[in-house]
């Protein structure tokens, strides 16, 4: 027994050393950490910046696409110009619908780094085309490149864990959401604040100017200059991608690294294998399911929210200014970095995450079913109960994709979370290349049924969005939402 019990403790004393090998950059970045065992704060803030700055161009969008449309001159009617901006928007999606899992594949096969200067200096070049763009099918075509050469959306995810140990991935994770909810502050403002500067700001943009001539130029030449500024900075971003170049000699032992790396045939046979395992796991696909009707609200209502706004009253509209709406979504954005810092994991502490789900939707539904009537309102009201409904309504969503994100990981194991991210990440660009134009098409059809007998106007658009976070509501019941254990215990504290 005493033999026995000698045995069973050399597993526990000797500990095999770790095999680095030279040149290969996912080995140095093994070594760095294994090394320096604290949060690596320079990488983090690297990292942070980059997505910040990749997830700019959308939003900074929507605070002027109303005005954009308008100036092309291709809607014959203003009750139109809902119609063609929709096509906008989904144009950068069906882009990054396309290619997320193409981008996926290619950093596992070159590394991280070189997908992320691609997809910077792709921003770099069409999101200053798309500022110079003189007709609508300029401006579609500049989108959609936009999205289908964004790489890093994944990719930046799965860096985000190779550069720290395993203690600080909650940490690095959170900051890659945290980086989204700036880019809502930011690029609105930029949005909202410099587009038609000769007409905001004629003392120093003069009508006869560039910025005269092509009244949306200048925030996008603001974003590109920060591209600009990333992408030199990404010459010391490092590499986090294992690339050894071994051949599998008949000395070495069966069990021994070379070996394990060089067996490669095996590892594609069993990556196949589970990639298709994958969608017969019905607690991920549901919950990506999930995930994919939270942001089809999100876009469909990103799109439509300014359009509203913006049209003129007789319309239903509140017309505002992109100055009034840019100010809304900073609001916005700001409510979403501090709820997301301090209070949603106090409130998924006491309710769970899927009644914390159900309560999200059920608050969102209201407030989507009370937006009509706030054209009726006197100016000073209005404004103060847009931005605080605008406020409710993005935390309610944000909080269904957070609980959604959480419940897709907590489905797979860790040697499987990218490839289902991958797939996440294509269904979700999939279901919002259809939000922006579906909404368009809606607001457009709202506008010239003013006077309708059921929903008149606006009120339908409104409803129709309510229908969809009520699809939300009822998913989260079974047996449309199945839970993996970890999520079912993790609900219930």
């Given at each position: 027994?005493a033999?026995?019990?000698?045995?069973?403790?050399?597993?526990?004393?000797e500990?095999?050393?770790?095999?680095?090998?030279d040149?290969?950059?996912?080995?140095?970045?093994?070594r760095?950490?294994?090394?320096?065992?604290?949060?690596?704060?320079?990488?983090?803030?690297?990292?942070?910046?980059?997505?910040?700055?990749t997830?700019?161009?959308?939003?900074?969008?929507?605070p002027?696409l109303?005005?954009?449309?308008?100036?092309?001159?291709?809607?014959?009617?203003?009750?139109?110009?809902?119609?063609?901006?929709?096509?906008?928007?989904a144009?950068?999606?069906?882009?990054?619908t396309?290619?997320?899992i193409?981008?996926?594949?290619?950093?596992?096969?070159?590394?991280?780094?070189?997908?992320?200067?691609?997809?910077?200096c792709?921003m770099?070049v069409?999101?200053?085309?798309?500022?110079?763009?003189?007709?609508?099918?300029?401006?579609?075509?500049?989108?959609?490149f936009?999205?289908?050469?964004?790489?890093?959306?994944?990719?930046?995810r799965?860096?985000?864990?190779?550069?720290?140990?395993?203690?600080?991935?909650?940490?690095?994770?959170?900051?890659?959401?945290?980086?989204?909810a700036?880019?809502?502050?930011?690029?609105?403002?930029?949005?909202?604040?410099?587009?038609?500067?000769?007409?905001?700001?004629?003392?120093?943009?003069?009508?006869?100017?560039?910025?005269?001539?092509?009244?949306?130029?200048l925030?996008?030449?603001?974003?590109?200059?920060?591209?600009?500024?990333?992408?030199?900075?990404?010459?010391w971003?490092?590499e986090?991608l294992h690339?050894?170049?071994?051949?599998?000699?008949?000395?070495?032992p069966?069990?021994?690294?070379?070996?394990?790396?060089s067996?490669?045939e095996?590892?594609?046979?069993?990556?196949?294998?589970?990639?298709?395992?994958?969608?017969?796991?019905?607690?991920?696909?549901?919950?990506?399911?999930?995930?994919?009707?939270?942001?089809?609200?999100?876009?469909a209502?990103?799109?439509?929210?300014?359009?509203?706004?913006?049209?003129n009253?007789?319309?239903?509209g509140?017309?505002?200014?992109?100055?009034?709406?840019?100010?809304?979504?900073?609001v916005?954005?700001?409510?979403i970095?501090?709820?997301?810092?301090?209070?949603y994991?106090?409130?998924?502490k006491?309710?769970?995450?899927?009644?914390?789900?159900?309560?999200?939707?059920?608050?969102?539904?209201?407030?989507?079913?009370t937006?009509?009537?706030m054209?009726?309102?006197?100016?000073?009201?209005?404004?103060?109960?847009?931005?605080?409904?605008?406020?409710?309504?993005?935390?309610?969503?944000?909080?269904?994709?957070?609980?959604?994100?959480i419940?897709?990981?907590?489905?797979?194991?860790?040697?499987?979370?990218?490839?289902?991210?991958?797939?996440?990440?294509?269904l979700?660009?999939?279901?919002?290349?259809?939000?922006?134009?579906?909404?368009?098409?809606?607001?457009?059809?709202?506008?010239?049924h003013?006077?309708?007998?059921?929903?008149?106007?606006?009120?339908?658009?409104?409803?129709?969005?309510?229908?969809?976070?009520?699809?939300?509501?009822?998913?989260?019941?079974?047996?449309?939402?199945?839970?993996?254990?970890e999520?079912s215990?993790?609900?219930?504290?």
């Amino acid at each position: 027994m005493a033999g026995g019990e000698g045995k069973a403790a050399v597993p526990l004393l000797e500990k095999k050393p770790e095999v680095y090998f030279d040149g290969c950059p996912g080995c140095a970045m093994d070594r760095r950490k294994a090394e320096n065992p604290g949060i690596p704060y320079v990488l983090f803030f690297h990292m942070w910046i980059i997505n910040l700055v990749t997830c700019m161009p959308l939003s900074s969008l929507f605070p002027y696409l109303y005005f954009m449309i308008r100036d092309f001159h291709i809607a014959k009617r203003v009750e139109d110009i809902g119609f063609y901006a929709g096509f906008v928007g989904a144009s950068y999606m069906l882009g990054r619908t396309l290619t997320s899992i193409i981008w996926g594949i290619l950093a596992d096969r070159i590394g991280r780094k070189p997908v992320i200067v691609i997809t910077i200096c792709s921003m770099l070049v069409f999101n200053t085309l798309f500022g110079l763009s003189v007709h609508y099918w300029m401006a579609i075509a500049t989108r959609f490149f936009l999205g289908f050469l964004h790489g890093s959306l994944g990719t930046i995810r799965a860096y985000a864990v190779e550069v720290c140990r395993p203690e600080h991935h909650a940490i690095a994770l959170s900051l890659v959401s945290t980086s989204w909810a700036v880019a809502l502050i930011i690029g609105p403002a930029i949005g909202g604040y410099l587009a038609q500067p000769a007409e905001k700001y004629p003392k120093w943009f003069p009508m006869n100017s560039l910025f005269g001539r092509f009244p949306y130029f200048l925030p996008s030449l603001c974003l590109s200059v920060f591209y600009f500024v990333i992408l030199i900075s990404s010459i010391w971003l490092p590499e986090t991608l294992h690339m050894h170049k071994l051949e599998k000699r008949e000395d070495q032992p069966a069990d021994s690294p070379i070996a394990y790396l060089s067996n490669s045939e095996d590892s594609v046979k069993q990556h196949i294998t589970s990639t298709w395992s994958l969608f017969k796991n019905w607690p991920l696909m549901s919950s990506i399911v999930l995930f994919c009707i939270a942001c089809f609200d999100d876009m469909a209502y990103t799109e439509m929210f300014p359009l509203w706004a913006e049209s003129n009253k007789k319309y239903g509209g509140l017309s505002f200014s992109t100055k009034d709406v840019g100010s809304i979504f900073v609001v916005t954005g700001s409510s979403i970095l501090l709820y997301q810092t301090f209070v949603y994991p106090r409130i998924i502490k006491v309710l769970g995450l899927i009644s914390t789900c159900r309560v999200a939707a059920i608050l969102s539904m209201v407030l989507l079913l009370t937006y009509p009537s706030m054209a009726n309102f006197s100016r000073s009201w209005l404004y103060c109960a847009v931005n605080i409904a605008s406020l409710l309504k993005n935390n309610c969503i944000v909080t269904i994709v957070t609980c959604s994100f959480i419940l897709q990981n907590n489905s797979v194991p860790q040697d499987q979370r990218a490839t289902a991210n991958g797939i996440s990440t294509t269904l979700m660009s999939l279901s919002k290349t259809f939000a922006p134009a579906g909404a368009g098409i809606m607001f457009s059809w709202a506008q010239k049924h003013q006077h309708a007998f059921l929903f008149p106007g606006d009120q339908i658009l409104f409803f129709l969005l309510a229908m969809v976070v009520f699809l939300e509501f009822i998913w989260t019941f079974k047996p449309f939402l199945a839970m993996a254990k970890e999520s079912s215990s993790s609900s219930c504290h």
